[in-house]
């Protein structure tokens, strides 16, 4: 009876544990194919090829969004595609003796910012320099270059000596008490200007980033260009270090507009750029051995925007970790990959079942802000998008937030569904990109886009600001502000908090369509 007992009973557990390892190996598969399971060590996926095929409705607003670049043009227009626009602000400069008629309104008005504007350029370039290819591709690629350049050669013309940069050209007072077409203003546009004295450190760091990146997208195409570029660049960082100084204390009325919070994340912003465009190993022992611990915030996840650029060097710098680089020292090396923890850091607060996810969001879209809160879904979907390419292109198979895996595909999950939400996968059904669907925001805060081309309005012309009626001309790719966060949005000229649409949320709402159009694997370098 024992021996029978024993045998029967080690049966019994043999059963039992074989059954045990097969319900904990399927546990383990079903945690693997979902999204943030526990299970580890996902196998990398296969480093995508060329370009490959074109995702139409992507390519559809891919070429919708560059558009709005168009729209937004000063100066003496060029293969002019916007029918109701025509020449503006051909004096803008005139008083010092430099022509800055070039360059972008920022949004519905026409003061032209030098801050934003040279933030669109950065994320423009950057967006060519990750995915060019594919831009290519959806055959896009020559509208982001023509915009790019349209802002660059302002930023020229704006930097006439070494430690002087014009950081807005008009009035906003004078400005917004008009309601006009830019062709036919005739108010004042006095200009604004930042030297060793009335400093703005931010301002002319900015500057320097997005004439550093542009200068390795001309790079091949035209290398007098790209040369003048970068040499605008280095001088404007050396200023902006020098002569330390917040535009917005300098200026106090920018706080009306564009308050910056400080500007050491935009010397490390330029100094990124000037490494990845030099590679002089100067710039990249200011923003790991000399200032990272002081100045990067590492461990602290931020929102990436025209006014803190740290999210944006997090990832940008997680790039040389990802891919390395040659001659950098362990200390450097140390440097860098403190900034890839913390670009994890944001991506982790982004995934939606990630347990450091935020809880910022509507149903399905970031949401932080209520004025312009497209603006920070748009940019965080666009570093999600870059670091989950990184991640395909060096076969890194995860990120682990807090315990849980997310793979490549997982993050540019993230990325595709804030930018399905604005084309209109939301509760409101409605296509934020203006001129992308059939159904889009008519009444887009925009002077030029209310007022028929061929009005004569004056100075005075707020009976269309206040109509009821469509714009009747369509701003074609602006990006308006957005939803409220219980995901409501009001159609309404007067309601500028949700309708009105600005350059610098259209630069990396490009990259994030650029990158989503189709796959293919990002350049090792950029130069």
């Given amino acids: 009876m024992g021996s029978k007992y024993t045998r029967g009973c080690c049966g019994w557990l043999i059963v039992a544990l074989i059954a045990a390892l097969v319900a904990t190996a399927a546990m383990f598969a079903i945690m693997k194919r979902k999204p943030g399971g526990k299970g580890h060590h996902k196998k990398p996926l296969p480093v995508p090829g060329p370009p490959g095929a074109i995702d139409s409705k992507y390519g559809d607003a891919l070429g919708v969004a560059l558009q709005f670049f168009q729209v937004q043009k000063s100066g003496k227009l060029e293969n002019n595609q916007i029918p109701w626009r025509g020449d503006s602000a051909l004096t803008d400069g005139k008083e010092a003796g430099l022509d800055l008629s070039k360059g972008m309104y920022d949004a519905g008005d026409h003061i032209k910012f030098t801050f934003p504007m040279a933030f669109t350029a950065t994320v423009l370039a950057w967006s060519v320099l990750e995915y060019g290819d594919q831009m290519s591709a959806a055959k896009q690629l020559d509208p982001a270059l023509d915009a790019l350049k349209w802002i660059t050669d302002f930023l020229i013309a704006a930097h006439p000596s070494d430690n002087v940069l014009y950081i807005q050209v008009g009035d906003p007072d004078l400005d917004h008490n008009c309601w006009e077409r830019p062709e036919t203003m005739t108010e004042k546009r006095p200009l604004t200007q930042i030297n060793k ?46 002569y330390r100084g917040l535009s917005s204390e300098t200026y106090p009325k920018l706080q009306d507009f564009y308050n910056s919070t400080g500007y050491v994340d935009e010397l490390l912003w330029a100094a990124s750029w000037l490494y990845h465009s030099t590679g002089d190993q100067t710039y990249l022992s200011y923003v790991t051995v000399q200032n990272g611990k002081t100045y990067a915030e590492w461990g602290r996840p931020t929102w990436f925007s025209w006014d803190d650029k740290n999210p944006g060097t997090q990832v940008l710098l997680s790039r040389l970790n990802f891919f390395g680089s040659k001659q950098i020292s362990n200390a450097e090396n140390e440097g860098l990959k403190s900034y890839r923890d913390t670009a994890e850091a944001v991506i982790c607060g982004l995934i939606p079942d990630s347990p450091q996810a935020t809880a910022s969001r509507t149903g399905g879209l970031i949401w932080i802000s209520g004025w312009n809160s497209l603006q920070h879904a748009t940019n965080s979907a666009f570093l999600a998008l870059v670091y989950s390419d990184y991640m395909l292109s060096t076969r890194t198979a995860e990120v682990q937030c807090s315990g849980k895996y997310y793979s490549p595909t997982d993050i540019r999950n993230f990325a595709a569904s804030q930018a399905n939400y604005i084309l209109g996968d939301n ?6 990109l203006v001129g992308y669907g059939s159904n889009y925001p008519q009444q887009v805060h925009h002077r030029g886009a209310s007022i028929p081309a061929d009005a004569k309005t004056g100075c005075k012309g707020f009976q269309y600001l206040h109509s009821p009626n469509p714009n009747p001309n369509v701003a074609m790719g602006a990006l308006v502000g957005g939803p409220f966060q219980n995901d409501t949005f009001v159609d309404s000229r007067d309601n500028a908090v949700q309708t009105e649409s600005s350059t610098y949320n259209s630069g990396t709402l490009v990259g994030l369509l650029s990158g989503l159009v189709t796959t293919s694997s990002v350049a090792q370098s950029f130069t």
């Fill in 427 to 432: 509760p409101m059904k409605l296509s934020y």
């Fill in 197 to 242: 004295k009335s400093p703005g450190s931010d301002v002319a760091a900015e500057a320097a980033a997005a004439m550093a990146a542009a200068s390795m997208v001309f790079k091949s195409s035209d290398t007098t260009y790209s040369d003048v570029l970068l040499q605008h660049a280095q001088k404007l960082f050396t200023f902006a270090d020098t």
